[in-house]
Structure formats: C-alpha cells, structure tokens
C-alpha cells in the first residue's frame, strides 16, 4: 500500500543554523505533498505545499523540493528560530484522490 | 476561518464501554478524516469519508466504526474500547481535489 517514510525522526539545530528533513513516498500516483507544523499542545497546520508540476516552492524562510523521479521531497528551514521548534509532518496524495498519508514526524529542536 | 471542532478535548472512558467521538467542519467539505496520533507513529488514518453517508477504511479501521449522517458531521465510534485505544485522537477535513487538510484540536482519551 502506500506509505511516505520520513527522516530524520529528531533533529536538533542551533539557532540560526538550517533544518531540512526528507520523505519519500511509494505511491508513483501522488501529486500534492503538503507539510504541517504541530507546536506542542496544538493541531497541525499547513505551512508550506508543493504539486507535482513544480520542483521547488519558497515562503520567507521555508523551502520544499520535489524530485519526482526518486520519489522524494524535502523540507528546507533557513536562520531557524526557537519558534520554529515543533513536530512537522510530511504527507502525500495521489491524483484524483484525498486520501492523505502522513510520515511519521520529525521532532525539530532550536537551541538558542 | 476554517473551524473543525471536536467535541472533547479529553476524555477518560473504562475498557468495553462504547465511546463517540464528535466532529463538525462548518466549510462545506466533502471530506472528512479521522487520524490517531501515538509518539513515534506520526498520524495513522483510521477512517475516512468523501460524501455523506460513505466511508473508507484507512490504515488501521479495527476496534473502530464510523457514521456519516450530514456533511458537517463525522463520528468516529469505539465498539469496545480497550487499554491500546488510548491515544490522541485527530479529526480533519478538507474539500474538492488535493488541497489543505484542517485539524481539529484533538481528543485525548485514555481507556482504563
């Protein structure tokens, strides 16, 4: 079935420093890869989306990148801040399809 | 403002009892989503639907049933709860084609 592994499970950065972490989907047949955020004690929230027709997508300091090919997409957070520490979730969905599949979460710490 | 709320923000439920969990959106979506969030594990469907009165299991739909009787609503049921449903319990919806997934604020429920 489908599935979206997602690396590194803990990360920890100095403040300032960048923050990328990596998933890979399995289902050939997804087309739209959003990312959440989850601040402690609160509900995911979409930060940043990216569809298949597009590489690479910027807001500010966030960045995704898509390479379709090797089936994997990529969360780049540049001059990370202590609010920038949460859980964040990367997720796939097939075209034509709602049925969305999440990672499994990557713990993200900013040390000030 | 998108609002997905779910009935309980904790609850605390004894083994066999039947347990309702409650969700309403108020935009309209088609679909709605119930995910269970466990450290480590990230976000695990549980059960969606894409229309009134139709359902889909998702990844772990055993132990669970779900109901579906008007658009803005959507029950996730526990037939029997037992010790390893205790988790965090995460509604969301979304509408037509890939887009935005939003979360409810999420029941806690420990059976005991």
């Known amino acids: 079935g489908e599935n979206v592994e997602q690396h590194p499970s803990t990360l920890s950065v100095q403040e300032g420093d960048s923050a990328v972490i990596k998933c890979t989907y399995s289902d050939s047949a997804s087309n739209y890869f959003p990312w959440y955020k989850q601040e402690l004690g609160k509900r995911p929230q979409l930060i940043i989306d990216?569809?298949?027709?597009?590489g690479e997508k910027k807001d500010q300091r966030i960045a995704v990148t898509l390479n379709k090919t090797a089936k994997h997409f990529s969360l780049h957070i540049t001059e990370t801040q202590p609010e920038d520490s949460a859980v964040y979730f990367c997720a796939a969905i097939r075209g034509g399809g709602f049925k969305t599949i999440f990672g499994a979460g990557t713990r993200l710490f900013v040390k000030a | 403002d998108v609002k997905v709320t779910q009935s309980s923000r904790y609850l605390v439920k004894r083994t066999g009892e039947k347990v309702f969990l409650e969700c309403v959106q108020d935009?309209?979506?088609?679909?709605m989503f119930w995910y269970r969030q466990d450290p480590g594990l990230g976000l695990r469907l549980i059960y969606f639907s894409y229309d009134v009165k139709m359902k889909e299991k998702g990844d772990i739909p055993e132990g669970y049933s779900v109901s579906r009787e008007k658009k803005e609503r959507f029950s996730l049921i526990l037939e029997s709860a037992s010790t390893n449903q205790t988790s965090m319990y995460l509604c969301?919806?979304?509408?037509?084609?890939?887009?935005?997934?939003?979360f409810g604020q999420g029941t806690r429920l420990t059976v005991v």
């Open positions: 935009m309209d979506h088609e679909n």
């Open positions: 990216i569809r298949s027709n597009v």
């Open positions: 969301a919806s979304s509408g037509p084609g890939n887009t935005e997934a939003f």
